[in-house]
């Protein structure tokens, strides 16, 4: 008899958009995940008065935090590959005397993951316009996610992306803050991307870079 295989057993790994949660608190709620995928944390804290704590989850593991120009406004990205149990729970991030802001995007692969690469991640913090970020992803190892978040620490505000190529964004509004969370996934060769965002008033802070996974 001769053997029939599936033709799925030869497709190329992939990474899927699975789902998203936002807050406005300190804690966020984590959503069903299976083991095996991969949570990304765009978190944005401002206080009345002194730089929030530097404070990712427990088991996340921290792209990038923003390097405040002011006193008072932080942005972390961080990540974790789930194990399965996080669902429902509570994850404990930034906390804001002023206000707080997070988006938490769920990806799901398409393979069990075995490594985790992680471009350098551009930042900058300003009471101005920021400048363009040129996220370089070309001639990187697929499945890649490229990442983009847009904050502003002192208007009730999720700041638009005036330039970026994204599959979706995913925004979450304090009550005197804003976080906005921009991706785009690349299954098959990986390319640039520039992002930027506009002048939201005080404590504009853009962040970029890409994730990939063998």
């Not at 972390?76 to 804001?96: D, N, R």
């Not at 206000?99 to 992680?118: D, N, T, Y």
């Not at 299954?187 to 990939?212: A, E, F, Y």
């Amino acid at each position: 008899m001769p053997i029939i295989l599936s033709p799925y057993s030869f497709a190329p790994p992939s990474l899927a958009f699975q789902t998203s949660a936002d807050a406005a608190t300190q804690t966020i709620t984590c959503p069903t995940v299976l083991a095996g995928d991969v949570g990304v944390l765009f978190d944005q804290a401002s206080n009345n008065s002194g730089i929030p704590s530097d404070v990712i989850p427990s088991g996340f593991t921290k792209l990038k935090t923003s390097n405040p120009a002011s006193s008072f406004y932080r942005t972390t990205l961080s990540y974790k590959v789930f194990t399965g149990s996080e669902g429902g729970g509570s994850l404990t991030g930034l906390s804001g005397s002023f206000s707080m802001a997070k988006v938490l995007l769920v990806f799901r692969p398409s393979f069990v993951i075995a490594a985790v690469g992680v471009s350098t991640f551009l930042e900058e913090t300003t009471d101005s316009n920021p400048s363009s970020q040129s996220i370089a992803a070309a001639g990187e190892a697929a499945p890649l996610i490229r990442l983009a978040s847009g904050s502003v620490g002192n208007s009730a505000t999720a700041p638009a992306f005036t330039t970026g190529t994204f599959d979706a964004t995913v925004t979450r509004v304090g009550s005197n803050s804003g976080i906005r969370a921009g991706y785009a996934i690349q299954n098959t060769t990986p390319s640039n991307d520039t992002v930027d965002i506009g002048d939201n008033g005080s404590g504009n802070i853009l962040i970029s870079g890409w994730m990939n996974f063998t």
